[in-house]
């Protein structure tokens, strides 16, 4: 099994920063991908970007290119989500996602294990 723990959500002025974590434990080595995913209150979750574990191959979302960027720390087995010039609809609860697969993938139906969530709130 895989566990998944987000942080670092919270409430930021549009055109703000915020930095997402995601560590991973337990058979972590099963895992090559990892995924953002948001889910806004009435709508569906939706895939923010991916990466490789192995090789930093990333996917961003069109909406979040050149704003968002995906990171790993191998050794601290943690995905980074790197949120600058965050807007208002940008709010929505985000998730990390691992998947036992080398092949990026943007359909929540790939991903095996999930983390809880964290929220982040953009105000105007």
């Known amino acids: 099994q895989v566990q998944l723990v987000e942080s670092g959500g919270g409430l930021v002025q549009a055109g703000g920063s915020l930095r997402l974590s995601c560590a991973a434990s337990g058979r972590t080595l099963w895992t090559d991908v990892m995924g953002w995913f948001r889910e806004a209150p009435g709508k569906e979750r939706e895939v923010v970007g991916a990466?490789?574990?192995?090789?930093?191959?990333?996917y961003y979302a069109d909406f979040v290119k050149g704003r968002f960027t995906i990171s790993r720390d191998n050794a601290k087995n943690t995905v980074y989500l790197q949120m600058n010039s965050l807007k208002p609809e940008d709010t929505a609860i985000y998730y990390c996602?691992?998947?036992?697969?080398?092949?990026?993938?943007?359909?929540?139906?790939?991903?095996?294990?999930w983390g809880q969530g964290t929220q982040v709130t953009v105000s105007s």
């Open positions: 996602a691992a998947r036992t697969s080398v092949i990026l993938s943007t359909n929540t139906r790939d991903y095996q294990y």
């Open positions: 990466i490789r574990r192995s090789n930093s191959n990333t």
